[in-house]
């Protein structure tokens, strides 16, 4: 009998509205998006729209929070989204007619929410749905983000707090919702991994009778609670917020390298959101505010290739509408995306000085290499079988140029430019003339 493939067995690809909007991002600008989604990318594999942070405030408008500010919320201590801004969320409905449009369009819908229980619930102390108690009697008051203001803890011990997260993923399964991304919630460095609140978490969604994604922020996540956080995440973070600066992202290399172990089918340690395209917009964030991505064309070309490499989850950050060519087709190479949703055996093999190679192997079973160069200049780098354990082909497809690259004796060797990579594909059983 054919084993079901694990639930979300591939890394999730999609766009998400922080590194351009911010908290303020609004109703019209999701749909947007989801618009030009359905129409450039949806058939190469990119589906997920999610509302980052705040949808709930009504006054945000940038990605400065507003500390202790009226927040949106329904009679039973719950966030709701802001009607000023999503008026689809009218009458009581939340986001069930906008995710029904990002459905209608062949998508999926995310949102952003922080751990814990509104402030301002606890100290209105309003009901929790189903329960005799009230959000003051499950808030933990000294549980707080260090950089938001929006909410308490949920202590995991009192009475009625699995109850509390039992009625928000009820509610986002009302709504339509198929990604949750928590926030303030997975790195040791905010004082400690709240892992009680993971487990309710993880509690909360596998009862609510619809599958989502669960991703866990920010990072770093700490290698020692690797093991909690693949038993009850789908992706969790391993960096801060990442933006399109170099230092960032070549400390990544790193980061994908020490989390393989932990890289499983549903389960997908999590570098963050890709700053490419049109950042900024509404976002001060990463050192600047409006721009076309930092990141020089050779760095994106790094920056993809690494995140396939590693299959990690893919979400796009720039505003989508205003791609330029070259940005459409970096996010719409078929053969590169495939390598990030269906190859295997992803690993680095080699990192001395500034050459780092990755190796693995695609959905058909061919070779897959990438020669990166971390360094300010050009660097020439050579694999051999030897370092491999597998015979190299006489020639491989460099995916991103498209030119064809042949062995040198027992070895292929390139010159890679300044921040760069050369990705090689094995020829595949129809271009080599070889199918049955």
């Not at 909410?151 to 009192?158: E, R, T, W």
């Not at 866990?216 to 093991?227: F, K, N, Q, T």
């Not at 389960?267 to 050192?287: A, C, F, T």
């Amino acid at each position: 009998m054919t084993q079901e493939p694990p639930l979300f067995s591939r890394p999730p690809m999609g766009w998400n509205s922080w590194d351009c909007y911010g908290a303020s991002v609004t109703e019209a600008e999701v749909l947007g998006n989801a618009e030009y989604m359905a129409e450039h990318l949806l058939a190469f594999g990119w589906e997920y729209v999610v509302v980052d942070i705040q949808w709930y405030e009504p006054g945000a408008n940038s990605s400065l929070y507003r500390p202790f500010v009226p927040l949106e919320t329904d009679a039973y201590s719950r966030l709701i989204p802001a009607v000023n801004r999503f008026p689809s969320a009218a009458n009581g409905v939340g986001f069930k007619a906008l995710a029904d449009a990002v459905h209608a369009r062949g998508l999926k819908f995310g949102i952003h929410i922080m751990r814990g229980i509104p402030r301002q619930a606890v100290h209105a102390n309003t009901p929790v749905l189903g329960t005799p108690v009230t959000a003051r009697d499950i808030a933990h008051p000294n549980s707080v983000c260090p950089w938001n203001t929006d909410m308490y803890g949920v202590d995991p011990s009192k009475p009625g707090a699995q109850a509390y997260y039992d009625s928000l993923f009820a509610l986002y399964a009302e709504w339509g919702v198929d990604l949750v991304k928590v926030d303030d919630v997975s790195a040791s460095r905010l004082y400690h991994i709240h892992a009680g609140e993971i487990s309710m978490l993880r509690q909360a969604l596998d009862r609510c009778g619809r599958p989502m994604v669960l991703s866990l922020s920010p990072g770093p996540a700490p290698l020692e609670y690797a093991e909690l956080l693949s038993a009850n995440a789908n992706m969790w973070r391993l960096t801060d917020d990442f933006w399109d600066q170099w230092p960032p992202l070549e400390e990544m290399f790193e980061r994908c390298h020490e989390w393989t172990p932990f890289r499983t089918p549903g389960h997908w340690p999590d570098p963050d959101m890709l700053p490419l395209g049109h950042l900024g917009l509404r976002s001060v964030d990463g050192g600047a505010g409006d721009r076309m991505t930092r990141f020089t064309h050779d760095e994106q070309r790094t920056l993809m290739t690494l995140w396939c490499m590693s299959r990690a989850p893919l979400v796009f950050g720039g505003e989508l509408r205003d791609n330029d060519p070259f940005t459409l087709s970096l996010i719409t190479n078929r053969r590169v995306l495939e390598i990030q949703q269906y190859s295997s055996e992803n690993r680095q093999v080699r990192r001395e000085g500034n050459e780092v190679v990755w190796s693995a192997r695609s959905r058909e079973g061919t070779p897959l290499l990438a020669l990166f160069n971390l360094g300010e200049s050009p660097l020439d780098v050579s694999v051999t079988a030897e370092l491999l354990g597998a015979a190299l082909p006489d020639s491989m497809l460099n995916l991103w140029s498209g030119v064809r690259e042949t062995r040198d004796g027992e070895k292929i060797s390139l010159t890679v430019p300044a921040h760069g990579v050369v990705l090689l594909e094995g020829d595949r059983a129809e271009e080599s003339g070889e199918r049955g």
